[in-house]
T-cell receptor, first 112, second 111 residues
Framework: DGGITQSPKYLFRKEGQNVTLSCEQN?????MYWYRQDPGQGLRLIYY???????QKGDIAEGYSVSREKKESFPLTVTSAQKNPTAFYLC???????????FGPGTRLTVT | SQQGEEDPQALSIQEGENATMNCSYKTSINNLQWYRQNSGRGLVHLIL?????REKHSGRLRVTLDTSKKSSSLLITASRAADTASYFC???????????FGTGTRLQVFP
């Protein structure tokens, strides 16, 4: 099965702890993205990567970090510096030729 | 905010009726895309219309694009209860190639 997976589906953390969200794809896509979605809102771009070992900040990168060591994987770390981390996080991937993005099922992060 | 806006925010209709959602955006675009999101799930791509296209069809979906007014509409014909979801437009920015998402329309189709 080709697709994009995110784990875990639900994640609970205490304030002050860093947490890493996993995103893996086997679609052979070059580009990968992380978005944040708050209740009743659209998606906001956190980070994106168009090629291995390279990534760029999106619109709301503060308090987040990423790595892209492998084409298939683009993990997102939510650091303790992120002031309001509770949200639904979505990972996506795409190719340069076909501009549509394929989304994973999302991770709902709750920080208390 | 660069986010686009969608109208209406929420729409309730009966099965068999048509549903129309509108999207307005602010920047110059390469293309405009529509996505669907079932509650608590990821987004699914529905249709892409390029900036030089005015109308596109896919099954029961019809999308129009007016770049002079920076607006688009999505029409779902003969709606079904299974069409109940949130629908988002997303524009690919001409300068950055990034997707900018609208705030979404929540569609409820009653059987």
């Amino acid at each position: 099965d080709g697709g994009i997976t995110q784990s875990p589906k639900y994640l609970f953390r205490k304030e002050g702890q860093n947490v890493t969200l996993s995103c893996e794809q086997n679609l052979n896509h070059d580009a990968m993205y992380w978005y944040r979605q708050d209740p009743g809102q659209g998606l906001r771009l956190i980070y994106y990567s168009q090629i291995v070992n390279d990534f760029q900040k999106g619109d709301i990168a503060e308090g987040y970090s990423v790595s892209r060591e492998k084409k298939e994987s683009f993990p997102l770390t939510v650091t303790s510096a992120q002031k309001n981390p509770t949200a639904f996080y979505l990972c996506a991937s795409s190719t340069q030729q076909v501009r549509e993005q394929y989304f994973g099922p999302g991770t709902r992060l709750t920080v208390t | 905010s660069q986010q686009g806006e969608e109208d209406p925010q929420a729409l309730s209709i009966q099965e068999g009726e048509n549903a129309t959602m509108n999207c307005s955006y602010k920047t110059s675009i390469n293309n405009l895309q529509w996505y669907r999101q079932n509650s608590g799930r990821g987004l699914v791509h529905l249709i892409l219309i390029r900036s030089n296209e005015r109308e596109k069809h896919s099954g029961r979906l019809r999308v129009t694009l007016d770049t002079s007014k920076k607006s688009s509409s999505l029409l779902i014909t003969a709606s079904r209860a299974a069409d109940t979801a949130s629908y988002f437009c997303a524009t690919e920015d001409n300068n950055t190639d990034k997707l900018i998402f609208g705030t979404g329309t929540r569609l409820q189709v009653f059987p």
